[in-house]
């Protein structure tokens, strides 16, 4: 089913069978005359919603209380989209060549005390941008040169450029490819010379994890890949790309919490 059938039907009170118009047949259900088959119209308008909801991007707090279901059927369905996308994202990883920029970052914890490398409570997140491609990111205990090198050799082609910062963990670049450590001192970025793609992921991402207030580690690697999927397909529409991954092959049944 289209994802504007799916809509007409669920607006329009319709039967998922036959398409008939239904009548409600208790305080929760309603049946098709026609078929007699019965479906919960409260719980599709919810997954319905949040799906919405969640393309749009505002918590499971927020969407909860709009869409007046509970926080934790709420809190629950976004996490099965962020499966989802996690899936995806996973489903379509490639390996990375040509001009790459390579960054590190720290998410989440405190925000007082040390900030950067090294701060404490935070997730250290490894991100390779391809350019005029797709970003991808992966969350390392430490940024120590052999954590590093390792994600490096297992993303990307050997021989390709890296565009770094000046950390020393990718002084050892430069045997797999060309490097190009770029100097934060310097002014204004020479030509090409820049990772100004992977630190605009860096700032969209963050925008993203700031609404979600305490996320734990254990669920930070699925965060992660729903601000990757997001960042690179930002120019197409998520509600049909979750609408045909969740619910397009069996709209009768619900597949959700
Ligand atoms: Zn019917």
């Known amino acids: 089913m289209e994802l504007a059938d799916y809509e007409r039907h669920l607006v329009g009170l319709l039967c998922w069978s036959c398409h008939a118009a239904t009548g409600p047949c ?3 259900q309603r049946q098709c005359p026609r078929c007699r088959k019965r479906w919960s119209y409260d719980r599709k308008r919810i997954h319905w919603e949040l799906l919405k909801a969640f393309c749009l991007n505002p918590t499971a707090h927020h969407a909860a209380r709009y869409i007046r279901c509970t926080y934790r059927t709420a809190h629950q369905t976004y996490m099965r989209f962020r499966l989802a996308l996690g899936e995806m994202t996973a489903e379509e990883k490639r390996p990375l060549l040509g001009e790459l920029e390579l960054d590190e970052s720290y998410f989440g914890g405190k925000r007082k005390g040390k900030r950067g490398r090294g701060a ?10 391809e350019r005029a491609g797709k970003v991808y990111t992966v969350a390392v205990p430490d940024c120590r040169k052999e954590t590093l090198m390792a994600k490096i050799q297992a993303a990307t082609v ?3 450029i890296f565009y770094t910062d000046e950390f020393v963990s990718y002084k050892d670049l430069s045997r797999y490819g060309k490097h190009v450590p770029i100097d934060h001192q310097e002014t204004v970025a ?3 010379a820049h990772i100004n793609g992977i630190e605009g992921f860096w700032s969209y991402a963050k925008r993203l994890h700031r609404l979600c207030h305490g996320v734990d580690r254990d669920n930070f690697p699925l965060y992660l890949a729903e601000y990757e999927y997001r960042y690179n397909h930002r120019d197409e529409q998520l509600l049909s790309i979750l609408f045909d991954r969740l619910y397009k092959t069996d709209p009768i049944k619900n597949h959700l919490p």
């Open 26 to 28: 208790n305080a929760r």
């Open 120 to 129: 404490a409570g935070k997730v250290a997140v490894f991100g390779i941008l």
């Open 158 to 160: 050997k021989g390709s």
């Open 190 to 192: 020479e030509g090409s």
